[in-house]
Each structure stands twice: as C-alpha cells, then as structure tokens.
C-alpha cells in the first residue's frame, strides 16, 4: 500500500482525508471554511481506494451503506408481500396451489400464485438476498472497522490547527494563566470521568471510545444468526417431521434412522366447562366447546441392533413421558412435540348375523379393521367370509370398487355369509349405513351391532442445531446495540497555540450534552465557551432570510 | 501490499461463496431421499405373506427388485400383473422381485395377490420401518439392487412393460 507522509511525521495511507496521528486535513481534501467530515475519522476506506480489479468492484459494490440500505429496503418489502396471502404450507394440503389462490383471493391471489410469493421464503430470490445482506454487512463492517481503529490508536494528543479549527465545537480565548486553567479543566474532565491524555502542554480529554464498536459487534451478532439460519440447510441440522399414531400402536420415528419408535398408549383430550361461570363468556364467544389440554402419554422404544431394519429386533422401553403441547418428549438431540389429533377414528366393528325373516340372530364377529381375520366361525356351522375389505372405500373412474387409502375413513367389507340353510352362501356389500344384496336376494343379513373408536394423535419430530447460533448471535446482536446506543465518544481537545487556549470538540452524538460537559470543565477557567459552528450557521442563516 | 489486498479480498469473497453455493445446492438441487444410486443398501427383514423369512441379505449374488406399494394407489395395481410376468422370465436369470406393501391389512394384500395371482414374494412393511429406513415418499417407488448389494437405481413412479423389463436387464448378474 503506497503511503504519504504528512507534516507531523506520521505515514498515511492513500486516500486518507485527515491525518491519522495529528488530523492534519490532507491537501486536495481542503475547503478551508468548511467544517472536517469526521465519518470514520476520515480515514482511508479501502475500498473507495483501490477500485482496479474485479474483485476489488465487488468489495466496493458491498461495501456501500447506499446499497446496504437498498438491500434492506428490498428485503423488508418482499418479507411483507410473502404476508399478505397464506403461504403454500399453510394451505390446506389437499388443495390444488394453482386453482386455490384464485379461487380464494381472486386475481390478486393468481398473480400471487403466478409470482411465486406463495413460496416466498425459501425461494431462491429471496434467500439471494438474505445472502446479499450478509455479504454487505461483513463487507462494510470490515472496510471501516480496520481503518477505524488504527485512527483511533493512532491519534495524538496535539492536534493540527486546521483539525481543531474545523471542528463542530470550537472556540479561542486569551487566559492570563494556561497552566491553572488547564489544571483546573482537568480536575473537572476526570470528574465527568475523561481520560485525560498529556502532550507538550496540551490536552485531549476522551471518554466513551468502546461505543464506536457497537456498530460492528452488532454486526458480528447479526452474521453469526445469518450463519445459523443458513446452516439449517446442512444435512443432520435439521429435523422437522409429522407423525401420526393411533392409540395402542406404536411407530418409528421419522429421521432417526429406524433407532426410535414411539408408542401411543393413551390419548387424552380435555375440554373447559362450560357451565364454569369465569369461563361462560369466553366458551359462547368462541361459539363451541374449547380445548383445555391434550396429551399423548408416549412410550419411548429403542431398537436392538440386529443389522437389519423390519420386523425383527426386540423393542427397549427407555422413557415414557405425557406429552402435552410445548411440553415435548426429549431424547437425544430430538424432541417430540403434540401438534394436532384426531378423535373417534374407526377401530373396531361389530356385526351379527340375522335371519331376515324370523330377526333371530347367530353369534357377533368384531372385525379389527386394521386386521381383519378372513373367516369368522360362528360355529354350529354358522360362519362369515371377508371376501374384500376396503378401508376407505370408493368406486374410481373405470367404475370399480377401491380405497383411497389404508385409513378406515369409510370402511365396505363383502361379506360372505354360510348357514346350515345356505351353505353355497350368500354375498352381501356392507359400509355404514349401506347394506346391499348385490347378487340376489338373501336369507340372512349382517347387522350392525357397535363401533369402537380410537384417537389418533399427532406430533412433530424436531432436531434443530441452530438453536445456539441464533440464541448466541442475537445475544450479541443486543450487546452490540446497546453499547453503540447508550454511550457516546466524545472527545475534547484543549490547546496552547500562540500564547492562546484553543478548545474544540468532537462526538459521535448528542452535541448538547458535549457542550454542557465543556461548559461544565471551563467553568472557572476564565476560557470562553466555544461555540457549536453548525448551529452559528443556522442562526446566521434564519436572520438573513 | 496490492498483491495482499486483492488475495485477501479474493480468499475472503471465495469463503463467501462456498458457502452460499453449498447452501443454494442443498437446498435447491441436491436429492435429499435417503436411498440413492450408488449406496450400499439397508439391510431389512420383513416376512412374506407365506411366512417365509425374507432377509436383502440373504438375497446376495442377486439382482433385487425392490418394489415400494399400496393396493389404493392405482398405478401401483397397474403394474403388477407387468412385474408378475416378467418375474417368472427373470427368476431363472437370478433376479427377485420383493414387493414391499405400505402398511395395510393382511386381509386386503392377501385377497389382492389372490385376485391378480401373485407369486414373487410380497411382505407387508408393518410399522413401516423399511420404508422410513428407505425414505420412500410417493408409491409406487422401486429401487433396484445388484448382486452386490448396491442401489443402481432409485425410480418413483408408473412403469412400463418395457422399462421394468429394462431395469430387469440392469441388475441381471453378471452383466
């Protein structure tokens, strides 16, 4: 890096604006009447000076506050639109997404559908720009961080005339006595709790420079979340599956690799009363029953390792626990949360055969309808046949009976029924509340005696490894917010230049209260309060309008 | 000092990426199902409707047509009467089929290999932890295993007459 040197002796990098040692304002930067921009101490922001390369281009493009703030902007608008219609996972998992956002939300929700806002969040335009923000805040943060830093180790206690000149706050006195004057400053700057720094006389009181890295440990903060959230992305971060189990059964759990199988012994659902009077308004206001609780009590198994997976391999109970909403089953790095639940599903049904005629009735089958038996005896020579089972019962399009799937939703069974009377037996279609002879009139019937039902209950497998990214990116995040809000640097610089005091100021906010604590430090000193020249202007210019 | 400047800021925009690409690719193009071509297959051991023992192990020195189904999944009914056929054409060339059914009643598979005359081997995934250990979402889904025991193919979906008889010919032994 070529450098120059300034006046006082101290190297500079190029494209520096003040000196970093006696703030010196570099030739060719000079406007004499104007007042010093003192961003980042004016120092050599690389990336606005070395601008060759490619590389270099895109240090530049990022490093920019303007395009960083139009990332955001742009971010923050997109994060809006994905707000205004449901997004695809939240839609009703039967529904066709195209016909869904028209039919729902008219043409606004076609176009929503058609630009892809309904898949927002995990779209890869809009995780570019999350990308991009991440990128723009390392970028910038590293571009003033360094160079910052140095100035502020580097700078001296004797400052350039034109340094101080050009400050916001800024005044000259004739004292009779520099040295009481200074002594006196000195006992109220360390009283306000400066540090105070001593050069040939001259003095720079400084308090507060740790809020100057606010900025960027708030950015570290921000980045280390960024890294969690992208990090989901990795394998074995992230787990996030549904399960269903029915009462009395048990099932592996999803993404443990056939390790864990949980089992459901009991589900219990519990309702507010209704007649409780501190509820009552609340219970009509919701306008139906509410539900106070619900809990799986949940077994946990863990399978032998025979080297195999299915149906061998003995089941080890490790835990129980009732699992309750955001009260969930750990183990491991997983956790099992109660999400949902479906009550009274078909279980178990009953029939009996009967004589059509005489209503005389012959025994009682109970069909698992999750594993039906094929014959039922009902002896004395009295005995059913399931000749087809469909859980869920439904005739497709070439118009032959099926099931839509393997829950008994809508179960149909086609019984066949033999009786000492009939033994070449009798075919008869039975569902809920159908029963039809499909081939010819019968002699016996199967009538519907009692159902038994189970509750389903559903949970959520969850393994997330982000969790103390983001806890610990945020907490830093917060730090760094905090120390960059709640304190200033300010620093005040008092001089002897030709037999005069020169007093001039500087803070990264709140000018005010530097004043005041000049004003305080000044008070007998016999030197005059130097003057805010942002706020002379101002005057100036109102009384010329 | 400028050769160290555009290292840095190169080194430093080359991590950036990495990373961000690993993150489009995980995310966007990489095949997250659990069996893919290429891997050693998981071991399992399910019993057939006969009660016959049937272990992928056992079945070294083999080709395995692994074929993932439900009796309510229509393209699943439509191409067994097209695997029957051909198992009894491949069987002597040393290829099996196991057709693994997604957890229904025994009632309904049994009735079902009556109606359409089944021979292969067909076990009922009860619980399904094959089909959680395989990461089979949508049915029919067939993996194809060699005599080593390795997947060669991962395909969801309907088949042909001619593609089952390809994938056949894929996992002939010693071809």
């Known amino acids: ?545 | 000092m400028k050769q160290k400047r555009l290292i840095v800021r190169s080194s430093i925009l080359v991590v950036i990426g990495i990373a961000l690409a690993y993150t489009f690719y995980a995310n966007f193009i990489a095949d997250h199902s659990v069996a893919q071509a290429g891997d050693y297959s998981i071991n399992f051991v399910l019993n057939d409707l006969e009660g016959e023992r049937i272990e992928l192990e056992g079945m070294k020195g083999k080709g395995v047509f692994l074929n993932f189904w439900g009796t309510y999944c229509p393209p699943c009914v439509k191409e067994m009467p097209i695997m029957e056929e051909l198992y009894t054409e491949y069987k002597d060339q040393g290829v099996e089929i196991v057709a693994i059914n997604a957890n229904e009643t025994e009632l309904q598979v049994e009735n079902f290999a009556n109606r359409l005359g089944l021979t292969f081997p067909i076990a009922i995934d009860k619980g399904r932890n094959v089909i959680d250990a395989y990461g089979i979402k949508p049915l029919p889904t067939t993996i194809l295993i060699d005599e080593h025991g390795v997947i060669v193919r991962v395909f969801s979906g309907g088949m042909t007459e001619q593609m089952v008889r390809d994938f056949m010919e894929e996992i002939k032994p010693g071809t």
């Open chain 1, 1 to 545: 890096m070529s450098k120059f040197t300034c006046e006082c002796g101290h190297k500079n990098p190029r494209g520096t604006f003040v000196c970093e040692s006696c703030g010196k304002p570099v030739e060719g930067n000079e406007q004499k009447e104007q007042l010093l921009d003192m961003k980042y101490e004016g120092v050599a922001r690389r990336s606005q000076t070395y601008t060759t390369t490619f590389i270099d281009k895109i240090w530049m493009f990022f490093s920019s506050v303007k395009v960083g703030i139009w990332i955001i902007v742009v971010t923050l608008v997109a994060s809006a639109i994905g707000t205004i219609y449901p997004q695809e996972m939240y839609i009703p998992p039967t529904v066709n997404p195209a016909n869904h956002y028209a039919d729902e939300y008219g043409l606004m929700g076609q176009l929503y559908y058609q630009l892809g806002f309904h898949n927002l969040y995990s779209s890869w335009w809009y995780m570019l720009l999350i990308a991009a923000l991440g990128v723009s805040i390392f970028i910038a943060s590293v571009d003033r961080f360094f160079p910052l830093y140095r100035a502020l180790k580097t700078q001296r206690v004797t400052r350039h005339e034109n340094f101080l000149k050009r400050q916001r706050v800024y005044g000259t006195s004739a004292v009779d006595d520099i040295d009481r004057s200074f002594d006196l400053a000195k006992e109220k700057l360390k009283e306000k709790k400066y540090n105070i720094s001593e050069e040939n006389g001259n003095i720079v009181a400084e308090k507060g420079r740790f809020a100057r890295w606010g900025p960027y440990i708030n950015h570290i903060g921000l980045i280390i979340f960024l890294i969690g959230c992208m990090l989901r992305y990795f394998p074995g971060m992230y787990v996030d599956e549904h399960m269903w189990i029915r009462e009395g059964e048990t099932t592996v759990v999803p993404s443990t690799g056939g390790k864990y199988h949980v089992g459901n012994e009991e589900f219990l659902i519990e309702l507010y009363d209704e007649d409780d009077e501190v509820f009552k308004e609340a219970m009509q206001r919701a306008g139906g029953p509410v539900v106070k609780t619900y809990q799986t009590d949940a077994v946990l198994y863990e399978r032998e390792d025979t080297g195999a997976v299915g149906s061998e391999g003995e089941l080890i109970e490790v835990d129980r626990k009732k699992i309750r909403v955001n009260d969930p089953m750990k183990f491991d790095s997983f956790a099992l949360y109660q999400v949902d639940y479906k009550l009274h599903e078909l279980n178990t049904m009953s029939f009996t055969l009967e004589n059509k005629e005489t209503s005389e009735t012959f025994g009682r089958v109970d069909i698992d309808l999750f594993n039906p038996r094929s014959v039922y005896d009902l002896g004395n020579g009295y005995r059913i046949e399931i000749r087809e089972y469909f859980p869920d019962y439904f005739m497709n399009s070439s118009n032959i009976p099926t099931t839509r799937s393997q829950i008994p939703d809508n179960p149909v069974f086609i019984f066949e029924m033999y009786t000492p009377e009939t033994p070449e037996g009798e075919v008869s279609f039975v569902g809920i509340r159908t029963n039809l002879e499909p081939v010819g009139e019968n002699n016996y019937k199967m009538t519907f005696v009692d159902v038994e039902t189970k509750h389903v209950t559903a949970l959520i497998v969850r393994k997330d490894h982000t969790l103390p990214f983001l806890i610990i990116g945020g907490i830093i995040f917060m730090i760094g917010l905090v120390q960059g809000s709640y304190w200033a640097h300010r620093r005040i610089w008092l001089q002897r230049i030709d037999g005069k005091v020169w007093v001039a100021g500087h803070t990264n906010k709140n000018y005010l209260a530097l004043r005041k604590d000049i004003e305080f430090a000044i008070a007998d000193t016999g030197i005059s309060t130097p003057i805010d020249q942002v706020e002379e202007e101002e005057i100036t210019k109102d009384k010329n309008n």
